[in-house]
């Protein structure tokens, strides 16, 4: 019997272990993403309803991406589509040795980063095209899940559609940026989440 209940101690232990190591977020140095965002004209242009809104496909739209913060809203139009916003980062913007001189938050709707002293710890220019705030549209009950879990440091993987969204009883809009050059009001991207997937 003790035999027995050593052998179940030990069997928790290592579970316990490998989904902590599979869990684990990202310290070590190094860009751990090293391509930026995949964009392509829209293999199927057509609008689709959801709600009262109608979505129109912008680009066909894929990365890999470090979560740098996660922001989740309530009370605005777009949470009744996007109810979470992911600011990601590639390239310089995804090593820690980077990440470790910003600070970053979220509000509004909006992604900031700030710096110390020292200054910024790329060029600015760098840091706007190696990162972006993304208000994710889950197309599935799969994907909606899937983003429930994410969380900062993480590494994941997103496909789907750049979008442009209309209420048309009261003509509300809501249009991606199709640029990864843009800062300032209008250069989040809006996506139409297909699939997603926490890496690491």
Not at 45 to 64: H, K, M, N
Not at 97 to 122: D, F, M, N
Not at 130 to 157: G, T
Request: a negative charge; proline letters at 4%.
């Amino acid at each position: 019997m003790a035999k027995l209940v050593w052998l179940l101690l030990i069997i928790v232990v290592v579970l316990g272990w490998r989904r902590c190591d599979a869990n684990k977020t990202i310290t070590e140095a190094g860009a751990w993403v090293t391509e930026m965002p995949r964009q392509a004209p829209a293999a199927n242009a057509r609008e689709w309803t959801t709600g009262d809104f109608v979505i129109r496909p912008l680009a066909d739209f894929s990365l890999q991406a470090r979560v740098l913060s996660r922001e989740d809203y309530r009370l605005d139009t777009e949470s009744e589509l996007a109810p979470t916003d992911l600011a990601l980062g590639w390239l310089a913007m995804s090593d820690s040795a980077v990440l470790e001189k910003l600070k970053i938050t979220q509000s509004g709707r909006w992604y900031h980063y700030r710096w110390g002293r020292e200054g910024p710890p790329i060029p600015t220019r760098e840091i706007v095209r190696s990162s972006a705030n993304m208000h994710l549209i889950a197309a599935n009950d799969e994907v909606a899940e899937a983003l429930q879990a994410v969380e900062e440091d993480q590494l994941i993987a997103l496909r789907g559609q750049l979008v442009e969204v209309e209420r048309p009883r009261d003509g509300w809009r809501w249009r991606s940026s199709t640029s990864r050059e843009d800062s300032g009001a209008g250069s989040c991207e809006v996506i139409w989440v297909e699939s997603l997937s926490i890496l690491r």
